[in-house]
């Protein structure tokens, strides 16, 4: 088969699985603690990458400060929102709230980069905000709030954690293996979750209180949207050119729908289909534009 099927392959096969981890982690933090869920899954993907990549993670001294921003942006502070933003709020609403990942990325590119705004990209950027307003404030409109306006928060904040990984991750990638830079990220995430995961550990025993759903997430979580997932990923991303990228990342929506309805029972409101609806209207029409920016690189976990 040709590389450029395989990278092709390898990247739907990536955005399959993080689109389905949104329900599939909802589903386990029905069981087990977030951050207990969250230092176990990291500290098991970081053991198969090391055995993986134990030759190439030395890192030189100048780079050990990105790499430390890069863990605590995208897997400890992303990580932290989006599984509390997935205990409170739907979680197909998760893929749609991220995709405005690239439009994030492009609004601090005219402010750092003093990139000058152009008006089709601008148009664009208003519509999808429209509706990722719309699928957030959806409580409103439901005539009740049960925490779903603080989970749909929290998953917008984990977005921007994402994005501080995507522009840092430019910043360092090119030097060093991809494994060797997940491996780093997985066992600094894993540490920085391990004091919070202690704490909830007093109240949650992990021997007799574990079940089937909280055993699906750590396996879920090590072995697909960590190891194979990274790796499936970055495979593609060296393959392929980075304007071919971005539009995998759609499956997404598509995984977590497919997963979602018969696996927890959520349903798709009429509110929640004009709010991805906008989303995506404004990120197809502004698209051609985001090529000149780091979007494929904006991970979902």
């Not at 605590?72 to 893929?95: C, D, E, Q, R």
């Amino acid at each position: 088969m040709p590389r450029h099927r395989k990278a092709i392959l390898a990247l739907v096969a990536a955005n399959l699985i993080w689109g389905a981890a949104s329900p599939i982690f909802k589903f386990a933090l029905q069981n087990i603690p977030p951050f207990t869920l969250a230092f176990i899954r990291f500290y098991g993907a970081s053991l198969i990458l090391l055995a993986m990549t134990y030759p190439y993670i030395k890192f030189e001294r100048r780079d050990w400060l990105k790499l430390f921003l890069l863990s605590v942006f995208g897997v400890t502070l992303h990580i932290s929102f989006y599984f509390m933003g997935l205990k409170l709020a739907p979680s197909i609403n998760a893929p749609v709230i991220s995709a405005t990942g690239p439009i994030i990325i492009y609004i601090l590119s005219i402010y750092l980069l003093r990139e000058k705004p152009k008006f089709k990209i601008l148009s664009g950027i208003i519509i999808s905000l429209t509706g990722v307003l719309v699928i957030i404030g959806q409580p409103f409109a439901a005539g009740h709030q049960n925490g779903q306006l603080t989970g749909n928060l929290f998953l917008f904040l984990a977005v921007l954690g994402a994005v501080g990984h995507a522009v840092i991750s430019k910043e360092i990638h090119t030097n060093y293996s991809a494994g060797a830079i997940t491996f780093w990220m997985c066992i600094i995430g894993a540490i920085t979750f391990m004091p919070l995961a202690a704490y909830e550990l007093y109240s949650f025993d992990i021997i007799k209180s574990l079940d089937l759903r909280g055993v699906v997430g750590i396996l879920y979580g090590i072995f697909f949207s960590s190891a194979a997932a990274y790796t499936l990923f970055e495979y593609g991303v060296r393959n392929l050119k980075g304007q071919d990228i971005g539009i995998f990342t759609y499956l997404d929506l598509v995984a977590a729908i497919l997963v979602a309805l018969p696996l927890l029972g959520e349903k798709i409101t009429p509110v929640y289909f004009l709010g991805s609806i906008l989303v995506f209207i404004g990120i197809l029409f502004a698209e051609g534009n985001f090529k000149h920016h780091p979007h494929h690189r904006f991970h979902k976990r």
